[in-house]
Structures are given as structure tokens and as C-alpha cells.
Nanobody
Framework: EVQLVESGGGLVQPGGSLRLSCAASGFTFGRNDMSWVRQAPGKGPEWVSVINSGGGNTYYADSVKGRFTIASDNGKNTAYLHMNSLRPGDTAVYYC????????WGQGTQVTVSS
């Protein structure tokens, strides 16, 4: 059974940082692309970032480029999203995903950026 468990969200002031983690199980982690997607209140899902299988290539939405960094640790079957220079507009529930829109999703972790 595929499981994705996100953690690391919380309340942070503008300009602050957080690191999200996504612990994965039930599939061969190193052979799958891992994505982060977020959904802000009242808005549709927004793709944030993806790391290719094996960690070779990474891609980011323009809205987070230069501020967020995606990473993965195959030994720990865990994907990460390092978020710096956070803005109120980054407030959302963040989900990790494997297999695309019809793939598997975690339960999400709330990130709130507010003073």
C-alpha cells in the first residue's frame, strides 16, 4: 500500500523558513518522480515543484523559484521542500504526490505565513 505522510508545516512570520518532509512507503521511492502541490483557501491546486527519480533534475513554479528547494533522500524514502523567504501568499495546505494527478497523495500539512 502506497503511503505518503507530510510533516513540518506550521505558522511562520513573513520572511521565515520551514522544511516540509514527505515520508513515503509502499513503492520504489528512487524510481519515481516526487512532486509538491499546494492549495490555498478558496483556490484550486497549484503545482509547486518536482524532483525526478534519482534526484537528477528539479523544476519549480515561477512563484517559488529561488525561494524553495526540493530534495530527496533515497536512503530514508523521504522528499523535502525547503522553503525560504516565505510570504503570506505561500499560505496553503501542502501535499506531496507520486504518480501525477491520478496517483497517490498525502494528507497534507498546513503552512500559514502571517505576522
Amino acid at each position: 500500500e502506497v503511503q505518503l505522510v507530510e510533516s513540518g508545516g506550521g505558522l511562520v512570520q513573513p520572511g521565515g523558513s520551514l522544511r516540509l518532509s514527505c515520508a513515503a512507503s509502499g513503492f520504489t521511492f528512487g524510481r519515481n518522480d516526487m512532486s509538491w502541490v499546494r492549495q490555498a483557501p478558496g483556490k484550486g491546486p497549484e503545482w509547486v515543484s518536482v524532483i525526478n527519480s534519482g534526484g537528477g533534475n528539479t523544476y519549480y513554479a515561477d512563484s517559488v523559484k529561488g525561494r524553495f528547494t526540493i530534495a530527496s533522500d533515497n536512503g530514508k524514502n523521504t522528499a523535502y521542500l525547503h522553503m525560504n523567504s516565505l510570504r503570506p501568499g505561500d499560505t496553503a495546505v501542502y501535499y506531496c504526490n507520486v504518480g501525477g494527478p491520478r496517483g497517490y497523495w498525502g494528507q497534507g500539512t498546513q503552512v500559514t505565513v502571517s505576522s
